[in-house]
Structures are given as C-alpha cells and as structure tokens.
C-alpha cells in the first residue's frame, strides 16, 4: 500500500497496517534492533496505521520517521546530529517515540527533519549545517524545536540541504 526506498533498503506498509523492510541495515534503520542485512522482507513489530490514512514519510539514507494514525512520530536508524529527535545522537535499531500526539506530516533526509503538527506549527531537527532547519542558525538539533511563531504551515520540504513549506496560502518558504 505505502512504500519507499532508502537507499540500499526498502519498506513498505500492508493494507493491515503492518509495516515490513529489508536490504541494508547499517545504522538499524530496519527496526529488528539489530544490524543484520536482511534479503527478504521482516515485519517491524507494532500497529503502523498511517496518520490519516496519507503518505508517510520514509526518509531515506539510513533512517525512517513514521507518523500513526494516533499522530504519534516514532524514528530509528542513524542518529547523528541528533536526526532522531530523542534529544541524543544515538542510533537505534529500534522504533522511539518523539514526544508528542498532534503530528501530522513529516519530511526529511538521513540527517534533517521537518515536521508539522495538526496546529499548523512547524518543527526542525538534526543537521543544521547550511541552516535547513530554518532557525536562522547552523545549530544541530537533537530535539524537535518549533521554526518561528507561525501557525499557517501545510507541507514541508527537504531536498539537500535545503528545508521549506508551503504554507496553507499556496506561498513557498525555503532556506538552507
């Protein structure tokens, strides 16, 4: 129903809402909380039912971000930088939670992530070093940290090293 590939790895979402991958898994970015390359398809053990049944985002380059149905944001793989916004640069081979309920789109790359929640917020974290977190700064954040004040953000964007969204008035915002 859903899939992505993520470089040497790929995953996909059944219309059951169990999420599967497989290929390479360097930073753990399979969630089987191991480092094993795997040739066929494992399940990644929980309920993955989208956020309102929409596109997730598998960001690619050793890392996945998930958003459920219930608007929790889960992450795992590499955590350089702090990409998987657990307030660490750990790895995990295994899915967290970021703290939170009201997610409701994600956006990234192996080392930045931008975020929305259902208030229209937009949130950043990881690699800042050309400044596409969109704080104004090239600091790297661990934690997911809310870009300005405006509540009218409708989808973001991350290509390179370059962030943006659209906002719900069809302009485009970019930095980086």
Known sequence: RQGSGMGNDQA?????GTLWAWGG?????????DRVQYSSPVQIPGDWTLY????TSFTGGDNMRIIKSD???WAWGFGGEGSNGDGTTTQRSSPIQIPGTTWS????NYRANLALKTDGT??????????????????DYSSPR???SDTTWASPIIRGDNGGCVKT???LWMWG
């Open 105 to 108: 789109a994600i956006t990234g």
């Open 12 to 16: 996909v979402i059944k219309s059951d």
């Open 25 to 33: 898994n360097t930073n753990g970015q399979l969630g089987q909380n």
């Open 52 to 55: 309102n049944n929409a596109r």
């Open 146 to 148: 809310q870009v300005g």
């Open 71 to 73: 608007g929790t944001l």
């Open 122 to 139: 937009l949130w950043s974290w990881g690699n800042n070093e050309l400044g596409s977190l969109g704080h104004n700064n090239t600091t």
């Open 169 to 171: 008035d069809g302009t």
